[in-house]
């Protein structure tokens, strides 16, 4: 009985080492909301008004790629933390060049100037307007903000938020009756 559970033992363990060597994920730091909230200057909730070229490049990463950075410009709908000025906003986050790939790598962010609809597979449509953001930013010197989780992972730092159907930015539109 005690060589059967020894056996078993070993095997299991001699399969999870071989299981960690082979799996190379990057770990990502921890950012629950009490972190975010803490080490934010600005926490607010806001929608896209415009993304500009910030003609500026970083390599400031562990993989020295180049980032090539955005200018994100928000209006803001509601602040939770911290004082913002005429309710707009502008972040600078940073994206890869096209077909750039990397292992492991970052996870940047993109935001969605447009709401987008989803369709099921009895064509049923879900019309979702166009996204709020949660924002847990750090002000820059110059007066941008960036995501306070950092640029390298700053996805951490945001919550895409949809309004559901029927509230005012969302609606459902049902298959047209067959006959």
């Given at each position: 009985?005690?060589?059967?559970?020894?056996?078993?033992?070993?095997?299991?363990?001699?399969?999870?080492?071989?299981?960690?060597?082979?799996?190379?994920?990057?770990?990502?730091?921890?950012?629950?909301?009490?972190?975010?909230?803490?080490?934010?200057?600005?926490?607010?909730?806001?929608?896209?008004?415009s993304?500009?070229?910030?003609?500026?490049?970083?390599?400031?990463?562990?993989?020295?790629?180049?980032?090539?950075?955005?200018?994100?410009?928000f209006?803001?709908?509601?602040?939770?933390?911290?004082?913002?000025?005429?309710d707009?906003?502008?972040?600078?986050?940073?994206?890869?060049?096209?077909?750039?790939?990397?292992?492991?790598?970052?996870?940047?962010?993109?935001?969605?100037?447009?709401?987008?609809?989803?369709?099921?597979?009895?064509?049923?449509?879900?019309?979702?307007?166009?996204?709020?953001?949660?924002?847990?930013?750090?002000?820059?010197?110059?007066?941008?903000?960036?995501?306070?989780?950092?640029?390298?992972?700053?996805?951490?730092?945001?919550?895409?938020?949809?309004?559901?159907?029927?509230?005012?930015?969302?609606?459902?539109?049902?298959?047209?009756?067959?006959?």
């Open positions: 009985m005690h060589r059967c559970l020894l056996l078993v033992l070993l095997t299991a363990a001699t399969s999870l080492a071989l299981f960690l060597h082979r799996a190379g994920a990057r770990l990502l730091p921890s950012w629950p909301y009490e972190r975010l909230l803490r080490e934010a200057d600005v926490v607010v909730i806001a929608k896209v008004m993304v500009a070229d910030a003609y500026e490049t970083t390599r400031d990463n562990p993989w020295k790629a180049e980032f090539v950075g955005l200018n994100t410009t209006d803001v709908e509601a602040t939770l933390k911290g004082k913002v000025e005429n707009k906003l502008q972040v600078l986050h940073y994206r890869l060049k096209p077909d750039v790939l990397i292992q492991n790598g970052p996870t940047l962010v993109s935001f969605r100037l447009r709401g987008m609809t989803i369709t099921t597979t009895k064509e049923a449509k879900v019309e979702l307007g166009k996204p709020s953001y949660l924002l847990f930013l750090k002000k820059r010197k110059e007066g941008r903000y960036e995501p306070v989780s950092g640029q390298v992972d700053p996805s951490l730092s945001v919550r895409e938020m949809y309004r559901p159907p029927g509230d005012g930015g969302a609606g459902v539109t049902a298959p047209a009756a067959r006959r």
